[in-house]
C-alpha cells in the first residue's frame, strides 16, 4: 500500500525543501539587483528603497561574508552547476546544526519563516493568496498609436510566494504521470531517453521522423493569448478530469489541501484585475500603452459579449501555477491526437505550452488533426491564430506572408514547395538543415541597441542634471563595463586566464541543444558580432562627446574604439561551434 496522499503533501514543505525554495529565490533577486546595479555604478542616483521580499530575505539569510566552502568535490561538481546555491545551502545547514546560543540572529528569522510559511501551507483555516502585482512588459508592437503590453505578475509577499510554489510542484510531481509523451514543455519526469524533454529533443524528434520519408506535410496552430484567455471554469473542468485519471491509472489521489491553493490561486487573479491595474501602471507611468489582449472576439465568440465574464477568465503570468495550468487545460487535446491518430511510423504530434506541430506524409491527416485540435479549443474557449491559404513560397512578398503567419494548415515540406518549418525557436530546411530563428536573432540586435540606447540616455539626463546625478566613472571605464557586460550576455563569462567559462548563462547557451549539430546555418550569428561592434563604437562617440566638458573631466578624453572585433572567445559565431558550453576559451 503506498503512503498517505497526507504525508506525501506534507514532504514538499519539510524545513529542507522550504530552504531550497528560499534559496532560488534569493538567487534569483541577487541577480535582479546585480543587474539593476550595473548602472549605478556609472551614474549613482537616488537609490531606490528594497521590496518587502527582499528586507525579510536580508534578515533570514547570513551575509555574503559569512558564507562557508562545502568541500573539494561538491565546488568541482555543484548541483544546479551553481557554486552560490551549494555554499549557501551549506552554511545554512552548518549554522542550524549549533546549539542555540551559538546561533546567529539570522538563523532564528530563517526557522520562524519555515514555521510561518509550514502553517499557511499545512495548517492555516483561512486559505487565500494575495493579488499578484502586475509589471507590464512591452511586447514590441503596436496597435495603431498604443504599445502593446503583456502582463506579468509578481508575488510580493514571500510566505504565499513559496506555498505557491512547493504546492505546485506537489501537483506538478503527481499530475505530471498523466502527461502525454507528446507534451515537452514544464515537464517533471524522465520520460525522453530516460531524462526530463527540453526543447531541443523537439527538433531531435521531427528529424528522426524525417528520415527516409519523401514528402512530408505540415500543421501547425498557436494560441492567441493563452495565458490571458485561460476561462476559470474550464480550468477547474480539465483539474477534475486530470485527477480522475490519475486515480485511476495508479490509485494516487490529490490531497485536498492542494485542491484548496488551486481555488485560492484562480481567485487572486482574472484579466479584468490585470486590465485595470495595467491601466493604472499606464497612467502612472506616462505611457501611450494598453494590454494585448483580444477581448472583443474572445467576448463575442465565447460570451455572448458579457463582459463581467471577464473576471473569472487569465491566469497570471509569471507563477509557478500557471506552467502547470498549461498542460492541464490542454491536456485532452495530447490524448486526442496521439489516441485517434496514433501512427509512429507515419505521425507525429508534438506541443510545447501552446505551441503545437503536426507532421506525416498524408495531407489528410495532418488536416484532420489540426481541425480536432481546433474543436478542443473552441470546446476549452480558447482562441487561435487563424490559418488562411498560403501564398506560393516563391517570392520575397509571399515568404514574407508565410513567415508572419502564426498557424499553418496542411502545406508540403519539400524543397519545390515550403522549405522551411519552424517550432519551438528553431526553424528546420528540407534538407535537414537549422537555423535559429531569425526573430530570436532580431530580439537580440534589439537588445543590443537597447542597452547602448540606455546608458546613453542616463549619462546624458545626468550631464543636463548636474547635481541630481553623479557621474563617477570615466569614459574608458564607462566602456570597458559595457564591453564586459555585452560578452557575458552573449556568450557568457569568459576567462582567458584560466582558459574556461565561469557561467554558462548567456543567449548562445540557450541554443546550445541544437548548435552542436554540423548542419547549421550560423551567418546571421556573425551579424550580431558586426552589430555589437557597431553599437560599441556608437556608445564610445557619444561618450567622447557627452563628457568632454564634463566636471569630471581629468585629462582630454579621445576616441579608442573602430568597430572592434572582441576576439573569437567572446563571438557568438565562434562560441556557436562549441559541443559543450563548459569548454574553454
Same mark, same amino acid.
Given at each position: 500500500?503506498?503512503?498517505?496522499?497526507?504525508?506525501?503533501?506534507?514532504?514538499?514543505?519539510?524545513?529542507?525543501?522550504?530552504?531550497?525554495?528560499?534559496?532560488?529565490?534569493?538567487?534569483?533577486?541577487?541577480?535582479?539587483?546585480?543587474? /539593476?546595479?550595473?548602472?549605478?555604478?556609472? %551614474?549613482?542616483?537616488?537609490?531606490?528603497?528594497?521590496?518587502?521580499?527582499?528586507?525579510?530575505?536580508?534578515?533570514?539569510?547570513?551575509?555574503?561574508?559569512?558564507?562557508?566552502?562545502?568541500?573539494?568535490?561538491?565546488?568541482?561538481?555543484?548541483?544546479?552547476?551553481?557554486?552560490?546555491?551549494?555554499?549557501?545551502?551549506?552554511?545554512?545547514?552548518?549554522?542550524?546544526?549549533?546549539?542555540?546560543?551559538?546561533?546567529?540572529?539570522?538563523?532564528?528569522?530563517?526557522?520562524?519563516?519555515?514555521?510561518?510559511?509550514?502553517?499557511?501551507?499545512?495548517?492555516? @483555516?483561512?486559505?487565500?493568496?494575495?493579488?499578484?502585482?502586475?509589471?507590464?512588459?512591452?511586447?514590441?508592437?503596436?496597435?495603431?498609436?498604443? =504599445?502593446?503590453?503583456?502582463?506579468?505578475? =509578481? =508575488?510580493?509577499?514571500?510566505?504565499?510566494?513559496?506555498?505557491?510554489?512547493?504546492?505546485?510542484?506537489?501537483?506538478?510531481?503527481? #499530475?505530471?504521470?498523466?502527461?502525454?509523451? @507528446?507534451?515537452?514543455?514544464?515537464?517533471?519526469?524522465?520520460?525522453? &531517453?530516460?531524462?526530463?524533454?527540453?526543447? &531541443?529533443?523537439?527538433?531531435?524528434?521531427?528529424?528522426?521522423?524525417?528520415?527516409?520519408?519523401?514528402?512530408?506535410?505540415?500543421?501547425?496552430?498557436?494560441?492567441? @493569448?493563452?495565458?490571458?484567455? %485561460?476561462?476559470?471554469?474550464?480550468?477547474?473542468?480539465? $483539474?477534475?478530469?486530470?485527477?480522475?485519471?490519475?486515480?485511476?491509472?495508479?490509485?494516487?489521489?490529490?490531497?485536498?489541501?492542494?485542491?484548496?491553493?488551486?481555488?485560492?490561486?484562480?481567485?487572486?487573479?482574472? %484579466? /479584468?484585475?490585470?486590465?485595470?491595474?495595467?491601466?493604472?501602471?499606464?497612467?502612472?507611468?506616462?505611457?501611450?500603452?494598453?494590454?494585448?489582449?483580444?477581448?472583443?472576439?474572445?467576448?463575442?465568440?465565447?460570451?455572448?459579449?458579457?463582459?463581467?465574464?471577464?473576471?473569472?477568465?487569465?491566469?497570471?503570468?509569471?507563477?509557478?501555477?500557471?506552467?502547470?495550468?498549461?498542460?492541464?487545460?490542454?491536456?485532452?487535446?495530447?490524448?486526442?491526437?496521439?489516441?485517434?491518430?496514433?501512427?509512429?511510423?507515419?505521425? +507525429?504530434?508534438?506541443?510545447?505550452?501552446?505551441?503545437?506541430?503536426?507532421?506525416?506524409?498524408? !495531407?489528410?491527416?495532418?488536416?484532420?488533426? $489540426?481541425?480536432?485540435?481546433?474543436?478542443? #479549443?473552441?470546446?476549452?474557449? +480558447?482562441?487561435?491564430?487563424?490559418?488562411?491559404?498560403?501564398?506560393?513560397?516563391?517570392?520575397?512578398?509571399?515568404?514574407?506572408?508565410?513567415?508572419?503567419?502564426?498557424?499553418?494548415?496542411?502545406?508540403?515540406?519539400?524543397?519545390?514547395? $515550403?522549405?522551411?518549418?519552424?517550432?519551438?525557436?528553431?526553424?528546420?530546411?528540407? /534538407?535537414?538543415?537549422?537555423? %535559429?530563428? #531569425?526573430?530570436?536573432?532580431?530580439?537580440?540586435?534589439?537588445?543590443?541597441?537597447?542597452?547602448?540606447? @540606455?546608458?546613453?540616455?542616463?549619462?546624458?539626463?545626468?550631464?543636463?542634471?548636474?547635481?541630481?546625478?553623479?557621474?563617477?566613472?570615466? &569614459?574608458?571605464?564607462?566602456?570597458?563595463?559595457?564591453?564586459?557586460?555585452?560578452?557575458?550576455?552573449?556568450?557568457?563569462?569568459?576567462?582567458?586566464?584560466?582558459?574556461?567559462?565561469?557561467?554558462?548563462?548567456?543567449?548562445?547557451?540557450?541554443?546550445?541543444?541544437? +548548435?552542436?549539430?554540423?548542419?547549421?546555418?550560423?551567418?546571421?550569428?556573425?551579424?550580431?558580432?558586426?552589430?555589437?561592434?557597431?553599437?560599441?563604437?556608437?556608445?564610445?562617440? !557619444?561618450?567622447?562627446? +557627452?563628457?568632454?566638458?564634463?566636471?569630471?573631466?581629468?585629462?582630454?578624453?579621445?576616441?579608442?574604439?573602430?568597430?572592434?572585433?572582441?576576439?573569437?572567445?567572446?563571438?557568438?559565431?565562434?562560441?556557436?561551434?562549441?559541443?559543450?558550453?563548459?569548454?574553454?576559451?
Amino acid at each position: 500500500m503506498g503512503r498517505s496522499h497526507i504525508l506525501i503533501f506534507e514532504e514538499y514543505f519539510s524545513d529542507l525543501s522550504i530552504i531550497k525554495s528560499l534559496i532560488n529565490y534569493r538567487l534569483k533577486i541577487a541577480k535582479k539587483i546585480h543587474d /539593476d546595479h550595473f548602472y549605478d555604478r556609472i %551614474i549613482q542616483s537616488e537609490k531606490l528603497k528594497p521590496s518587502e521580499s527582499e528586507l525579510q530575505l536580508s534578515k533570514i539569510f547570513p551575509p555574503r561574508n559569512y558564507w562557508l566552502r562545502p568541500n573539494l568535490e561538491k565546488r568541482k561538481n555543484p548541483k544546479k552547476r551553481n557554486l552560490n546555491y551549494e555554499s549557501l545551502l551549506f552554511t545554512i545547514n552548518s549554522y542550524r546544526g549549533r546549539s542555540l546560543e551559538r546561533q546567529p540572529s539570522w538563523v532564528f528569522e530563517l526557522n520562524k519563516l519555515i514555521t510561518e510559511i509550514r502553517s499557511k501551507a499545512l495548517y492555516s @483555516s483561512a486559505i487565500e493568496l494575495p493579488s499578484p502585482k502586475l509589471f507590464p512588459i512591452s511586447k514590441n508592437n503596436k496597435d495603431g498609436d498604443f =504599445v502593446l503590453y503583456r502582463p506579468i505578475s =509578481v =508575488v510580493g509577499d514571500l510566505t504565499s510566494r513559496i506555498v505557491m510554489d512547493l504546492t505546485a510542484r506537489y501537483l506538478s510531481d503527481q #499530475l505530471d504521470a498523466v502527461f502525454k509523451e @507528446s507534451s515537452f514543455a514544464f515537464r517533471r519526469s524522465k520520460i525522453y &531517453h530516460n531524462r526530463i524533454p527540453t526543447h &531541443h529533443d523537439c527538433i531531435e524528434e521531427i528529424t528522426r521522423f524525417k528520415k527516409g520519408k519523401e514528402a512530408i506535410y505540415v500543421s501547425e496552430c498557436d494560441i492567441k @493569448s493563452f495565458f490571458d484567455s %485561460i476561462s476559470h471554469t474550464e480550468i477547474r473542468k480539465s $483539474y477534475a478530469a486530470i485527477k480522475e485519471e490519475l486515480f485511476k491509472l495508479n490509485g494516487t489521489r490529490i490531497f485536498g489541501r492542494a485542491d484548496d491553493f488551486v481555488e485560492a490561486f484562480l481567485s487572486s487573479y482574472s %484579466i /479584468d484585475y490585470a486590465i485595470t491595474q495595467s491601466e493604472e501602471y499606464f497612467k502612472t507611468k506616462g505611457i501611450k500603452g494598453k494590454l494585448s489582449f483580444p477581448k472583443d472576439e474572445l467576448l463575442n465568440t465565447f460570451y455572448s459579449g458579457d463582459s463581467d465574464a471577464l473576471k473569472s477568465i487569465g491566469i497570471s503570468q509569471g507563477t509557478s501555477f500557471s506552467i502547470l495550468f498549461a498542460n492541464i487545460i490542454l491536456h485532452d487535446n495530447d490524448r486526442r491526437m496521439e489516441e485517434k491518430f496514433h501512427d509512429p511510423n507515419d505521425f +507525429l504530434y508534438m506541443r510545447y505550452c501552446d505551441d503545437m506541430i503536426v507532421l506525416s506524409t498524408k !495531407k489528410e491527416k495532418v488536416n484532420g488533426a $489540426y481541425e480536432e485540435y481546433i474543436e478542443l #479549443l473552441k470546446e476549452k474557449k +480558447l482562441l487561435h491564430h487563424i490559418e488562411t491559404l498560403l501564398l506560393p513560397y516563391s517570392n520575397s512578398a509571399s515568404k514574407q506572408n508565410f513567415w508572419k503567419r502564426k498557424s499553418r494548415k496542411g502545406y508540403q515540406w519539400t524543397e519545390n514547395s $515550403y522549405p522551411w518549418i519552424a517550432f519551438v525557436g528553431y526553424q528546420i530546411r528540407h /534538407d535537414d538543415f537549422f537555423r %535559429i530563428r #531569425l526573430s530570436s536573432i532580431k530580439n537580440e540586435l534589439k537588445k543590443q541597441k537597447k542597452f547602448v540606447e @540606455s546608458i546613453i540616455r542616463k549619462i546624458n539626463r545626468g550631464v543636463k542634471e548636474g547635481n541630481s546625478f553623479r557621474i563617477f566613472k570615466s &569614459h574608458k571605464s564607462i566602456y570597458n563595463r559595457a564591453t564586459n557586460r555585452m560578452g557575458a550576455s552573449a556568450v557568457g563569462r569568459i576567462s582567458l586566464l584560466r582558459n574556461q567559462m565561469d557561467s554558462s548563462i548567456s543567449w548562445i547557451n540557450g541554443f546550445r541543444g541544437i +548548435l552542436k549539430d554540423k548542419k547549421v546555418f550560423r551567418n546571421n550569428l556573425k551579424e550580431l558580432d558586426r552589430n555589437r561592434a557597431r553599437q560599441l563604437e556608437l556608445l564610445d562617440k !557619444k561618450l567622447l562627446n +557627452l563628457l568632454s566638458n564634463h566636471q569630471i573631466k581629468r585629462k582630454k578624453p579621445k576616441q579608442f574604439a573602430k568597430l572592434t572585433y572582441l576576439g573569437r572567445p567572446f563571438s557568438y559565431y565562434h562560441r556557436s561551434f562549441f559541443k559543450d558550453n563548459s569548454e574553454g576559451a
